[in-house]
């Protein structure tokens, strides 16, 4: 790792802290009557070990923005654009995810499944965990095989590839930087964020109450909710986020503070000599501190800018290429206790709605390890990327089975179905045309699977 490495590592940290200390801001803003006060404190009063929570979310298509687009396509573009809705309107996402991390043990877990359904019938479905040091990924609509990397696999890659020997390093002493309650820098930071609320309240000002709302948990039980509702344009969003980065472009305290976390990290590194067994020299890791002592302010500003420019440039593709403002709607549900229930997002852009739900369940409980695995369904990665004939027969098994099973699904043959069934809206040319290209998919199958095989050299 040389020198710019080791700088740009330094300016990572700092984004992470500014990342951390956010949305801590506001903490002491307890005002419910106000709802910029209500949704801020909310985000920040509470702190959590563990979350548990689901994910739903679907699309809505307006037809009479969609048949300008499908104008070349049909002869009957309001029918095209019904029978289009009409499928996409079926489709929905729904997931959950468990979460704990606790400081002082140092440990991490996380549990997140994602499944993407046609009605009620589930078409795609992922999974992604870590637990015991552990990574899992997993696709139940395509195979029983759960892929896996330990902690110590990861490091013995990174070993083979580079020599840099990991397995010695004491990585929580690093964590500990981060442990910002106990940082008087940070302290100082959180008692001056004028800035910050002044930019929120203003860009923010069209936070209102809502009406009440009975958000429904997993376990059944109903929670009588306060309400807040956001809506903004990208455009204005985008602006939000520049001028939250210029305060802390100048932010003497914010400085201070992550510029003492980038000073600690490489401290620690040299004075715990982690940097020889991560085949860094000595002279990098002073050239790198002297760089942070004399020169970070111009590096902190310079980030701070190309952060600010990458914002800007995609503000202007979107304005480039929408014909209507990007529009983004949020609506949040918040318990007596101040806890946070149910989040709800929508975006709407040239008549294509997303809307997003979150339910969070249940905080700081304690959560059952849901990824212990059958020893004989799981597949090493690390053996996959050692052994070149290892991973060439399990990834021929791997994509066959997955073939063959979405393709042999329940829902693929509703999906088909449904599709027959909704062409009849169309011109009797064109839903003849889809009828009859469903019906091959389906009369010939077994050729389609051999064919896509026979086209991975399988």
């Known amino acids: 790792m040389n020198k710019k490495q080791l700088i740009a590592l330094a300016v990572v940290l700092g984004v992470i802290v500014v990342g951390v200390v956010g949305f801590a801001t506001v903490k002491n803003m307890i005002i419910k009557g106000d709802p910029f006060n209500h949704l801020f404190y909310s985000m920040t009063q509470n702190s959590y070990d563990s979350v548990e929570a689901r994910i739903e979310g679907n699309i809505e298509v307006d037809e009479a923005m969609l048949q300008s687009t499908l104008y070349y396509f049909t002869s009957n573009p309001e029918a095209m654009s019904k029978f289009v809705a009409s499928l996409l309107n079926e489709v929905n996402i729904t997931g959950d995810v468990k979460w704990a991390f606790s400081m002082k043990d140092k440990t991490v877990y996380l549990d997140e499944n994602i499944h993407l359904n046609y009605s009620d019938k589930q078409m795609l479905s992922f999974g992604v965990g870590y637990s015991g040091e552990r990574l899992s990924l997993r696709s139940q609509t395509f195979t029983d095989k759960i892929m896996v990397l330990t902690k110590q696999e990861a490091f013995d890659l990174i070993r083979e590839s580079s020599g840099v020997d990991l ?3 004491d990585f929580n002493k690093y964590i500990d930087l981060f442990d910002l309650e106990k940082d008087p820098l940070y302290k100082t930071f959180i008692k001056d964020v004028k800035g910050y609320e002044k930019i929120l309240r203003d860009k923010l000002a069209n936070l ?71 085949n860094i020299d000595a002279s990098d890791v002073d050239s790198a501190m002297d760089e942070l002592s004399n020169n970070f302010d111009s590096g902190w500003e310079t980030a ?56 969070y369940d249940r905080f700081n409980a304690k959560i059952n390890d849901g990824l212990v695995f059958d020893e004989s369904k799981m597949i090493s990665i690390k053996k996959m990327i050692d052994d070149e004939s290892y991973a060439k027969d399990t990834a021929s098994t791997l994509i066959e089975e997955s073939i063959n099973t979405f393709m042999d699904s329940a829902s693929l043959e509703f999906f088909m179905t449904d599709v027959k069934a909704k062409a009849s809206v169309l011109p009797a040319q064109e839903a003849t045309a889809i009828v009859e290209m469903v019906q091959y998919f389906i009369d010939n199958k077994e050729m389609i699977k051999s064919m896509l095989l026979e086209n991975m050299g399988m």
Do not use: H, W
């Open 304 to 359: 701070i800018d190309e952060l600010a420019r990458t914002y800007q440039e995609m503000q202007y593709e979107l304005q480039r290429t929408q014909v209507e403002p990007f529009r983004y709607k949020m609506l949040v549900a918040i318990d007596p206790k101040f806890n946070i229930r149910m989040v709800e997002y929508s975006t709407n852009m040239m008549g294509i709605a997303v809307n997003q739900t979150m339910y």
């Open 167 to 169: 397995t010695e390093v």
């Open 208 to 278: 209102e109450k809502g009406d009440p709302k009975q958000v429904v948990l997993a376990d059944g039980k109903s929670i009588k909710c306060d309400t807040i509702e956001l809506e903004m344009t990208i455009d204005e969003m985008t602006m939000l986020y520049i001028a939250l980065l210029n305060e802390a472009k100048f932010d003497v305290e914010l400085k201070t503070l992550v510029k003492s976390k980038a000073m600690a990290f490489l401290t620690l590194l040299k004075e715990s000599g982690d940097y020889k067994l991560m």
